[in-house]
């Protein structure tokens, strides 16, 4: 069974950092992209970052380039997503998810119908 279990989240006062877990289990890890999404009360779920270690690459939004860092750890089959300078903006429930390995992934990754397995998501609230 496929399992996404995601951790991490809380409040945190702009300027500063968190760092989410996304602990994966059922498939290898090694195999399939893993991708942060996040999702605002009344907005559309965004695609944050991705990782895909066989294909060696990391893929961002650019709301989020320079601030946020996907890395993933196979022994601990997990991936993480680390999250600095915090504005209020990134206030929101973040996903991870991952989808069967694509070519061209790039072209792809923030569709969020390409991934078939979720996990059930962290708040992440910024505010003073």
């Known amino acids: 069974e496929v399992q996404l279990v995601e951790s991490g989240g809380g409040l945190v006062q702009p ?9 994966v ?13 996040r999702q605002a009360p009344g907005n559309e779920r965004e695609a944050v970052a991705t990782i895909s270690r066989s294909q060696g690459f990391t893929y961002y939004a650019d709301s989020v380039k320079g ?8 022994a601990e089959n997990t991936v993480y997503l680390q999250m600095n300078t915090l504005r209020p903006e990134d206030t ?5 998810a991952t989808a069967p390995r694509t070519a061209s ?3 792809y990754w923030t569709d969020s119908s390409r991934y078939n397995y979720w996990g059930q998501g962290t708040q992440v609230t910024v505010s003073s």
């Open 15 to 23: 300027g500063g950092s968190l760092r989410l877990s996304c602990v």
């Open 25 to 37: 289990s059922g498939f290898n890890f090694w195999a399939r992209p893993v991708t942060w999404f």
């Open 67 to 74: 601030r946020f860092t996907i890395s993933g750890v196979n």
């Open 92 to 96: 929101a429930v973040y996903y991870c």
């Open 105 to 107: 992934w790039g072209h």
